[in-house]
């Protein structure tokens, strides 16, 4: 599985665009980029996932360049219930594979 | 989309004693199942995959005899922590996938051993 490598932290303030990127050189043909949020406590909630170009969800939108070897997560206008950590993974797209995370970026939006 | 329920959201037990924890797929047949380890300010590390009627599969590093899982249903895995230790408080939380780089995880399990 490739490895990823973001941020450790950000801040924002709310009202902002954040936009957190992603490194992942080893990215394979058949892979597949996917966001996680966090909340403390909680369990993940899947953002969004993309395989190339840019994908845009009502929460998100996820930029992709032609290589493919980074991403970059992209939240409008952030507000403090954004607070948490965002996870960056990539791996194969068949069902029953693992998901392996990394470090993820903790983003604190202050008032 | 898939809902994944996890039961107790938080439980305390003396050390020595075995908990378990349930993880429900709610209307999504999960053949395999995932559980995860979370300590404070950490990721998540994927302890063992559960196998609907087999055996789960257990990472390096964590014992099965101590770490239980059952997965005897489509909709219902369990992990029992046995013979607990203050080592072993932790977030343990279980996923189920959907797709591609998909999953859906369940709320988690706050475990704290005294």
């Known amino acids: 599985l490739a490895k990823t490598t973001q941020p450790i932290s950000m801040d924002s303030y709310e009202g902002q665009e954040v936009n957190i990127t992603c490194s992942h050189n080893?990215?394979?043909?058949?892979?597949?980029i996917t966001w996680y949020q966090q909340f403390p406590s909680q369990g993940p909630r899947f953002i969004i996932q993309g395989y190339k170009t840019k994908v845009t969800n009502e929460v998100a939108s996820l930029f992709i360049p032609a290589d493919r070897k980074s991403s970059t997560l992209s939240l409008p206008r952030v507000s403090l219930s954004d607070t948490a950590v965002y996870y960056c993974?990539?791996?194969?797209?068949?069902?029953?594979?693992?998901?392996?995370f990394g470090g993820g970026t903790r983003l604190m939006v202050k008032p | 989309g898939a809902v994944v329920s996890q039961h107790p959201s938080r439980v305390i037990c003396k050390s020595g004693t075995s908990v378990k924890i349930e993880c429900r797929s709610l209307d999504f047949q999960a053949t395999t199942m995932f559980w995860y380890r979370q300590f404070p300010k950490q990721s998540l590390m994927l302890m063992a995959t559960?196998?609907?009627?087999?055996?789960?599969?257990?990472e390096q590093g964590v014992e099965k005899d101590k770490f239980l899982i059952n997965h005897a249903s489509l909709t219902l895995s369990t992990l029992t922590v046995t013979s607990a230790h203050p080592e072993d408080s932790s977030f343990y939380i279980c996923?189920?996938?959907?797709?591609?780089?998909?999953?859906?995880f369940g709320q988690g399990t706050r475990l704290t051993v005294v």
């Open positions: 993974l990539v791996g194969v797209g068949n069902a029953g594979n693992m998901l392996t």
């Open positions: 080893n990215i394979a043909t058949n892979d597949y």
């Open positions: 996923s189920t996938d959907v797709g591609p780089g998909e999953a859906f």
């Open positions: 559960s196998n609907e009627g087999s055996k789960a599969t257990y």
